[in-house]
């Protein structure tokens, strides 16, 4: 098993984790906050998606799905296009509504992305420094690895929230 092939294997478990926190909810149970301050699981789902399009766009040096297929346009959302949710209100949180399929959609268009990108990376590649301003400097490798740790944890986030609704319900 090569590198490429297990950052494939981790983001496609982030796929089957995304998929699995948002089936068979609605749209209002997706945006639902159990309480004001808690983010919904179509926001963390959305915030997931875009920041493994950002950050993989940029290493990839590629145009975001979110903007180059049109997904910004379809969420319509009262967001700054480049927003990735870092740092959102729960006001801004509230503003994420979508479907189950929109949101596993886009995820889906993302994760090509993303497989496409590390199909061909070699075990070097992952070595190469793409962010010179933090301390220690972050490696290709690093920047994956850590989206998708963070993609897994805000999956997680989802999932338990999906089990209190459908629990509740």
Not at 9 to 23: I, L, N, T
Not at 48 to 57: E, G, I, K, P
Not at 87 to 94: D, I, L, N, T
Not at 151 to 168: F, K, P, S, V
């Amino acid at each position: 098993m090569t590198s490429a092939d297990v950052l494939a294997d981790a983001f496609s478990r982030v796929r089957g984790a995304v998929h699995e926190a948002v089936a068979g909810l609605d749209e209002d149970q997706l945006a639902h906050q159990v309480t004001p301050e808690t983010n919904s699981i179509a926001w963390l789902v959305w915030h997931l998606t875009r920041v493994q399009d950002d950050h993989v766009a940029d290493a990839a040096e590629t145009e975001q799905v979110w903007q180059a297929q049109g997904w910004a346009d379809r969420f319509g959302l009262d967001l700054d296009d480049e927003d990735t949710g870092y740092g959102h209100a729960p006001e801004q949180v509230a503003l994420v509504r979508a479907s189950e399929e929109l949101l596993t959609d886009y995820y889906d268009a993302v994760h090509e992305q993303t497989l496409a990108f590390i199909k061909d990376l070699a075990d070097e590649d992952l070595d190469e420094v793409i962010d010179a301003s933090w301390s220690p400097p972050v490696t290709l490798g690093v920047r994956l690895v850590s989206v998708a740790a963070d993609d897994l944890q805000h999956a997680g986030q989802a999932a338990l929230l999906n089990g209190i609704l459908t629990r509740a319900a």
